[in-house]
């Protein structure tokens, strides 16, 4: 084959010298804009699973990269005068230049056909290739001209940042972030050679314009960030080899993700590598790393299907899909950890205390998990556990017994206090329909699933949804409190949790409005009541949910007064029942949530528009239950933080709606989102809706509870412990494993953790068989 690689990078080099490798009778041609041995940059940050890679495909380019790499296991935080480290964390450094000059030396030795100082417009200058990679970078000729087949969604972050370099070596991977009149600055820090070190400086659109680096040119930028890190640079300068740019050297970070990564152009099949399909933000440092990678199996699948030109769309299909997969799980967790700088200054340094911010930073990609960070550093997690269990017992939370002298409790099973209430530990059982009430009354089943849960260790377990009137319900058999009987049977599960666990109770208040009068889940979930089961429905407009709903009447103000008086009530109801904590429900488009979206909420009067006047329903309610709940009690609210459609609500209206309760007195914020329309499209994945949490917590200054994809004890324990949320809601794993809390915390080594008295035989034989398993996975045989 006729082989072209357009763009002289670690991708287009690595590429060109696997294809002659493999395939000697391949013409491969590498083409790069820029004079031979030269490039711009400073240094690159490698895996050492991405080494493993190199040595295997080609053990000689692998062999002298190792040898010009520089390895360090740590990682340093400075903030606020502190200086933190931890270890275990085995980065490899090695400077862009050398890399690429051992690239350039080893296609020179194969035969590769190395152009310089030749630019590309268009892949037509190679009509007679078979094989075009546009590997060419972010801003990609080749890929822009073809910008209808590979669909390129490309992104301009906030953030802006400056790629500098210093004489002066740190020992550590260095985050070391600063605070000035106009904002925070961080910088990134590591060795590359024994002489330099990258020095990448990073902060806030707003804060960059404060400060007149918007007009600076590089000198002054350069001497403007010598003075910030003053005290870091121990005198050495900064220096810049970012010799094509003009004015101001500061970036803004592109995303991209390409809807297709080949083309056939008529003569010859282009396709995409590195930069050119895909960007990593530098803040886990996996750009290289991607277009190494991307040339491997790029290689391997001509290895797989064949070297023959024919064979090209096969391999450049099965490249493709073997690679979105990879690549999108990179992407993702650089997004998280991109976003965790972009907000790192006014939501995290501003807010945490310094050794939590380093635990959130370190955890920011949530690639690496608190049982990771205990495989790397296991003294300095320890340490932070008993730093955190400690901040918990100084709160007046008290202690659960669930440490010891040498261990400290995990996170998860540390107490929290709010108002005149204390939780035994972090895990909540979510408020989960049953659709298993008479006439709204919760029997034995009830009793049976929530005591079950209670006794299975969780620190707070909530009861369904409670709806406050007979049309309030979602369904015939969902769960309400506008009845003394009601009432009564809610407190004969309050005494039996209080009589025979640890764990707290709360009930969740709400009202379905237009997601009312439908069959119970198995009976055809959200489809309404035949005409003569039904009842009237109401909301804040009268839009039907589904095409088949009911439609719902447009709420009046004498339906609101009435609406409230049925919460209050049912609040007074609630105190009664000897509940401990208690939910106003504002989400997932029943009737407070219909008011707050504007997907729902289509009102000209004072109760739709903007914000103040979509809440000002949902606050009367809030500040009824409130005046009739004990003052000494706490008082939740579940929002939607993202309607995922449209138009709908977004992460920055849950905030503005968390700090109105806030502002009205709530405690809690139960972060939860979507529901709201049928046709909402959430973006689905491990702990998906933490971030919703995460931003309230920081952002808004109030506790909140973390819900959606949450399994397992390692999630909890890396939520609460970086400050994302201050409870977790598991739902679906409680009715999998009711004791989900003990045998959990069984799993991650903790035994001390008390069981009900009488199922403690049945502890020593889970712990029995945790330990069996663990043997034989790990190679051994139980007997």
Known sequence: MRIVCIGGGPAGLYFGLLMKKLHPAHAVTVVERNRPYDTFGWGVVFSDATMQGMTLWDAETAAAIERSFNHWDDIEVRIKGRRMRTTGHGFVGIGRKTLLNILQRRCEDLGVELLFEREVESDLEFPD?????????????????????????????????????????????????????????????????????????????????AHGLDTADQAASIAFCEDIFAETLEGAPLLSNARHARGSSWLNFNRLVCGAWSHFNGNSHVVLMGDAAHTAHFAIGSGTKLAVDDAIELARQFETLGHDADRIPAVLAAYEDVRRVDVARIQNAARNAMEWFEVAGSRYADRLEPEQFMYSMLTRSQRISHENLRLRDKAWLEGYERWFAGRAVSDGAGTNGAGTEERAPPPMLTPLRLRGVTLPNRVVVSPMAMYSAEEGVPGDFHLVHLGSRALGGAGLVFGEMTCVSPDARITPGCAGLWTEAQAAAWARIAAFIHGNSDAKFAIQLGHAGR?????????????????????????????????????????????????????????????????????????????????????????????????????????????????????DRPLSVRLSCHDWTDGGNTPDDAVVFARLFKEAGADLIDCSSGQVMADDAPVYGRMYQTPFSDRIRNEVGIPTVAVGAISEADHVNSIIAAGRADLCAIARPHLADPAWTLHEAARIGVTDLPWPKQYR???????????????????????
């Open 761 to 783: 035989s049945g502890k020593t034989q889970f712990e029995t068989n945790l330990a069996r398993a663990a043997v034989t996975t790990a190679g051994g045989r139980s007997s």
């Open 515 to 631: 997601k009312g009068a439908t069959r119970r889940a198995w009976e055809g979930i959200d489809q309404p009541l035949d005409a003569a089961e039904a009842w009237p429905l109401i909301s804040a407009s009268a839009l039907r949910y589904l095409p088949q709903s009911a439609l719902p009447r447009a709420m009046d103000r004498s339906d609101m007064e009435r609406v409230i008086a049925e919460f209050r009530n049912a609040a007074a109801l609630a105190a009664r029942t000897g509940a401990d904590l208690l939910e106003l429900h504002c989400a997932h488009g029943y009737l407070l949530s219909s008011f707050l979206s504007p997907l729902t909420n289509r009102r000209t009067d004072d109760f739709g528009g903007p914000h103040a006047n979509r809440a000002r329903f949902p606050l009367e309610v809030f500040h009824a239950v409130r005046a009739a709940w004990p003052e």
């Open 129 to 209: 290739a078979d094989l075009i990679v546009a590997c060419d970078g972010v801003n990609s000729r080749i890929r822009n001209r073809y910008t209808d087949v590979f669909r390129p969604d490309m992104v301009v972050r906030p953030n802006r940042y400056v790629w500098l370099g210093t004489g002066k070596r740190f020992d550590a991977f260095t985050f070391d972030f600063r605070r000035t009149g106009h904002g925070w600055f961080q910088a990134h820090i590591y060795k590359f050679d024994d002489r330099t070190s990258t020095f990448i400086v990073e902060t806030t659109e707003e804060t960059f314009r």
